[in-house]
C-alpha cells in the first residue's frame, strides 16, 4: 500500500515540475515573440555557444563517420563479399541520426550544463533576484539569449557535423577500404533528398528547446548552495539525454509519417 | 509611506508569516531583528515584490503593489534600492558596470553621466578607482559597499539593507554602520534594515520591530527595547539561551 502512495507522490510531483517547466518555456517564447529581450547578450552567447562547440562537435562526428564507414564495410563484406552502399548508409544514418542526436547530446553536457550551473549559481548567490530589483527581468536578459541562440546554433552545428561526417566516412571509404570516390559520392547522391535533411535539422531544432528549457528551468528553480548548483547541473543534462533519445523516437515516427524523410 | 497588512505566507508546509502588520513612516530607519530562519529576508523580499503573500496587503506610497502586473510593478521598484546579504554582485561584469547597471535600465541618462554617476555614488561609500575591478577581486566587506553603491545609484527613496553586518569584521561592520546613517543623512532616505546584530540595530535605527514566530511581537524606539519587559524581546536582545525562545538543538 505504501509503495503505491510513495510512487503517486513522485508522479505528482513529476507532472507538477513538468506544468512549471511548460510554464517557463511558454515565459520565454512569449518574451521572445514580443521582441523584448537583451540583444547585446544574445550575440555574446552565440559565440559563446555556438562558434566554442564547433571543436569537440567536429571530432566526435568525423569519428562516427569514420567508424560507421567501417562498420558498414565489415558487415557487407560478411553478406555480399564486398564493401558495397557504404556511402548510402553513412549518408544517411549521419544526417538523419546521428549528426541531430549526437550533437545535442554533446551540447546537453556542454552547453545545457552550463547554463544551468550558471544560472543555479545566480540564483543561489541571489543575483537573479538583484536583476529583478535594478529592473531587469531575468528571462528576459538570462533565459531569451540563451534560447535564441540554442534554437539557431543546433541546427547550425548539426549541419557541420553532417558535412564532417561523411567527409569523416569518405576518407575511410577511399583510403581504408579503397572505394572509389565517384562511388561513394554516387552512393550518397543517389539515394538522399532534402527531405532527409530537413528531417534531421527539425530534430535538431526540438533537442535544442529540450536542451534550453530544462537548463533554464533547473537554473532559476536552483535552491540549496553549492550543492543545489551541482545537483540542478547534473539533472540537467541526465533529463536533457533522456529526453532527447527518447523524443526523437517519437519525432522520427512523426516526421516520417507527414513525409518528411 | 509603506504599510503591510496581515501578511500570511507559507512554503509548502513551512507556515512563515501567520499574519505581519507593520509600517513604515517615511525618513525613518527602521530595524527588523529576529532570529535566523524566522523570515526577515522573507519580509523584506515581499515589500519589494520579489515574492508574492499567499493573503494581505503591502502599501507603498498608498499604492496596493501584491496584485500589480509586472510593468507596473517595474515602476513601483524604481523607489527601491535594496543591498542583498550575500552582496549578489554580477560576477560576470566589472564595478563599474555593476554599480551602472540600474542607471543603464532608466535609460534617461548618456554615458558620460553615468560614468560621473558611478565615481559619485563609489566615492560616497569611500572606495575610489575601483571601477575596473572584477566582484571576485574584493573582499567581503569591499563587496558589500559596492553592492551599496548600485543600490543608491538609481535615487531610490527607500533602501532595504538584508543582513548588513552579517559575516564580516566588527569594524568593517562599524563602517557599514556609520555608511547607513552617513547616507540616511546626506540622501534623506527612509530606511529598512534587517538583522540580528543588536550592536548595529541600537545604533541606526530610531525604530525597531522584533519578528517572531511569523508575528511582529513588538516595536519601539531603541531605548524602549533597551528597558523592555517582554520577556521575547529581552532575551533575544540580550542575547541569552534562557527565556521563552526555544532554539532547537539537535
Ligand atoms: N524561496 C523559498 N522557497 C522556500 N522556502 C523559503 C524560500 N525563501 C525562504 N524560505 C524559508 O523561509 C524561512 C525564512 O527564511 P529567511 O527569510 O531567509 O530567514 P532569515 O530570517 O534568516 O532571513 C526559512 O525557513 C526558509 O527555509
Ligand atoms: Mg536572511
Given at each position: 500500500?505504501?509503495?503505491?502512495?510513495?510512487?503517486?507522490?513522485?508522479?505528482?510531483?513529476?507532472?507538477?515540475?513538468?506544468?512549471?517547466?511548460?510554464?517557463?518555456?511558454?515565459?520565454?517564447?512569449?518574451?521572445?515573440?514580443?521582441?523584448?529581450?537583451?540583444?547585446?547578450?544574445?550575440?555574446?552567447?552565440?559565440?559563446?555557444?555556438?562558434?566554442?562547440?564547433?571543436?569537440?562537435?567536429?571530432?566526435?562526428?568525423?569519428?562516427?563517420?569514420?567508424?560507421?564507414?567501417?562498420?558498414?564495410?565489415?558487415?557487407?563484406?560478411?553478406?555480399?563479399?564486398?564493401?558495397?552502399?557504404?556511402?548510402?548508409?553513412?549518408?544517411?544514418?549521419?544526417?538523419?541520426?546521428?549528426?541531430?542526436?549526437?550533437?545535442?547530446?554533446?551540447?546537453?553536457?556542454?552547453?545545457?550544463?552550463?547554463?544551468?550551473?550558471?544560472?543555479?549559481?545566480?540564483?543561489v548567490?541571489?543575483?537573479?533576484?538583484?536583476?529583478?530589483?535594478?529592473?531587469?527581468?531575468?528571462?528576459?536578459?538570462?533565459?531569451?539569449?540563451?534560447?535564441?541562440?540554442?534554437?539557431?546554433?543546433?541546427?547550425?552545428?548539426?549541419?557541420?557535423?553532417?558535412?564532417?561526417?561523411?567527409?569523416?566516412?569518405?576518407?575511410?571509404?577511399?583510403?581504408?577500404?579503397?572505394?572509389?570516390?565517384?562511388?561513394?559520392?554516387?552512393?550518397?547522391?543517389?539515394?538522399?533528398?532534402?527531405?532527409?535533411?530537413?528531417?534531421?535539422?527539425?530534430?535538431?531544432?526540438?533537442?535544442?528547446?529540450?536542451?534550453?528549457?530544462?537548463?533554464?528551468?533547473?537554473?532559476?528553480?536552483?535552491e540549496g548552495g553549492a550543492e543545489g548548483?551541482?545537483r540542478?547541473?547534473?539533472?540537467?543534462?541526465?533529463?536533457?539525454?533522456?529526453?532527447?533519445?527518447?523524443?526523437?523516437?517519437?519525432?522520427?515516427?512523426?516526421?516520417?509519417?507527414?513525409?518528411?524523410? | 509611506?509603506?504599510?503591510?497588512?496581515?501578511?500570511?505566507?507559507s512554503f509548502c508546509e513551512n507556515v512563515v508569516?501567520k499574519?505581519?502588520?507593520?509600517?513604515?513612516?517615511?525618513?525613518?530607519?527602521?530595524?527588523?531583528?529576529g532570529g535566523s530562519g524566522c523570515g526577515k529576508s522573507v519580509?523584506?523580499?515581499?515589500?519589494?515584490?520579489?515574492?508574492?503573500?499567499?493573503?494581505?496587503?503591502?502599501?507603498?506610497?498608498?499604492?496596493?503593489?501584491?496584485?500589480?502586473?509586472?510593468?507596473?510593478?517595474?515602476?513601483?521598484?524604481?523607489?527601491?534600492?535594496?543591498?542583498?546579504q550575500?552582496?549578489?554582485?554580477?560576477?560576470?561584469?566589472?564595478?563599474?558596470?555593476?554599480?551602472?547597471?540600474?542607471?543603464?535600465?532608466?535609460?534617461?541618462?548618456?554615458?558620460?553621466?553615468?560614468?560621473?554617476?558611478?565615481?559619485?555614488?563609489?566615492?560616497?561609500?569611500?572606495?575610489?578607482?575601483?571601477?575596473?575591478?572584477?566582484?571576485?577581486?574584493?573582499?567581503?566587506?569591499?563587496?558589500?559597499?559596492?553592492?551599496?553603491?548600485?543600490?543608491?545609484?538609481?535615487?531610490?527613496?527607500?533602501?532595504?539593507?538584508?543582513e548588513?553586518?552579517t559575516g564580516?569584521?566588527?569594524?568593517?561592520?562599524?563602517?557599514?554602520?556609520?555608511?547607513?546613517?552617513?547616507?540616511?543623512?546626506?540622501?534623506?532616505?527612509?530606511?529598512?534594515?534587517?538583522?540580528h546584530?543588536?550592536?548595529?540595530?541600537?545604533?541606526?535605527?530610531?525604530?525597531?520591530?522584533?519578528l517572531y514566530d511569523g508575528?511582529?511581537?513588538?516595536?519601539?524606539?531603541?531605548?524602549?527595547?533597551?528597558?523592555?519587559?517582554?520577556m521575547y524581546?529581552?532575551q533575544f536582545?540580550?542575547g541569552s539561551s534562557v527565556g521563552p525562545i526555544k532554539m532547537k538543538v539537535r
Amino acid at each position: 500500500m505504501k509503495i503505491f502512495w510513495l510512487i503517486g507522490e513522485k508522479f505528482l510531483k513529476l507532472s507538477e515540475e513538468l506544468g512549471c517547466a511548460y510554464k517557463m518555456f511558454m515565459q520565454i517564447l512569449h518574451t521572445f515573440l514580443t521582441g523584448k529581450y537583451d540583444k547585446e547578450n544574445t550575440t555574446y552567447q552565440m559565440v559563446l555557444i555556438g562558434v566554442k562547440s564547433i571543436p569537440v562537435i567536429l571530432l566526435t562526428s568525423a569519428f562516427t563517420g569514420m567508424v560507421l564507414a567501417l562498420q558498414t564495410a565489415y558487415s557487407t563484406r560478411n553478406i555480399f563479399n564486398e564493401p558495397i552502399y557504404i556511402g548510402s548508409v553513412v549518408g544517411f544514418s549521419i544526417v538523419k541520426e546521428l549528426g541531430p542526436v549526437l550533437t545535442a547530446v554533446v551540447l546537453a553536457g556542454r552547453v545545457g550544463a552550463a547554463i544551468a550551473s550558471e544560472l543555479g549559481t545566480m540564483k543561489v548567490t541571489e543575483q537573479i533576484d538583484a536583476l529583478y530589483t535594478l529592473g531587469t527581468n531575468p528571462i528576459r536578459y538570462l533565459a531569451v539569449p540563451r534560447f535564441i541562440s540554442m534554437v539557431i546554433m543546433v541546427p547550425i552545428l548539426t549541419i557541420f557535423a553532417d558535412i564532417v561526417g561523411i567527409i569523416g566516412g569518405f576518407f575511410v571509404s577511399v583510403y581504408k577500404l579503397g572505394i572509389a570516390p565517384v562511388v561513394y559520392q554516387n552512393d550518397i547522391l543517389d539515394y538522399m533528398r532534402t527531405e532527409d535533411l530537413f528531417h534531421g535539422l527539425i530534430k535538431s531544432v526540438f533537442f535544442a528547446l529540450i536542451i534550453v528549457t530544462t537548463a533554464c528551468y533547473k537554473g532559476f528553480t536552483c535552491e540549496g548552495g553549492a550543492e543545489g548548483v551541482g545537483r540542478s547541473t547534473t539533472q540537467t543534462v541526465v533529463i536533457s539525454m533522456v529526453m532527447i533519445l527518447v523524443s526523437d523516437y517519437f519525432l522520427t515516427a512523426l516526421l516520417v509519417m507527414f513525409g518528411v524523410g | 509611506m509603506i504599510k503591510i497588512v496581515n501578511i500570511h505566507k507559507s512554503f509548502c508546509e513551512n507556515v512563515v508569516f501567520k499574519g505581519v502588520d507593520l509600517e513604515i513612516k517615511d525618513g525613518e530607519t527602521i530595524t527588523i531583528i529576529g532570529g535566523s530562519g524566522c523570515g526577515k529576508s522573507v519580509l523584506i523580499k515581499h515589500i519589494v515584490g520579489l515574492l508574492k503573500p499567499d493573503s494581505g496587503e503591502i502599501y507603498v506610497d498608498n499604492e496596493e503593489i501584491t496584485k500589480l502586473d509586472e510593468d507596473k510593478l517595474f515602476e513601483v521598484q524604481k523607489k527601491f534600492g535594496f543591498l542583498f546579504q550575500s552582496a549578489a554582485l554580477f560576477d560576470s561584469l566589472n564595478v563599474k558596470e555593476n554599480v551602472a547597471f540600474g542607471l543603464r535600465n532608466l535609460k534617461i541618462m548618456s554615458e558620460h553621466d553615468i560614468s560621473e554617476k558611478v565615481k559619485e555614488c563609489l566615492s560616497r561609500i569611500g572606495l575610489e578607482g575601483i571601477e575596473n575591478m572584477k566582484p571576485s577581486e574584493l573582499s567581503g566587506g569591499m563587496k558589500k559597499r559596492v553592492a551599496l553603491a548600485r543600490a543608491i545609484a538609481t535615487g531610490p527613496k527607500y533602501i532595504f539593507y538584508d543582513e548588513p553586518t552579517t559575516g564580516i569584521d566588527p569594524i568593517m561592520a562599524d563602517v557599514i554602520n556609520d555608511l547607513i546613517i552617513h547616507l540616511q543623512k546626506t540622501l534623506a532616505v527612509t530606511s529598512i534594515v534587517v538583522t540580528h546584530d543588536m550592536t548595529s540595530a541600537y545604533k541606526i535605527s530610531n525604530h525597531i520591530a522584533m519578528l517572531y514566530d511569523g508575528k511582529i511581537i513588538g516595536e519601539g524606539t531603541p531605548s524602549e527595547f533597551k528597558k523592555t519587559e517582554n520577556m521575547y524581546i529581552k532575551q533575544f536582545t540580550t542575547g541569552s539561551s534562557v527565556g521563552p525562545i526555544k532554539m532547537k538543538v539537535r
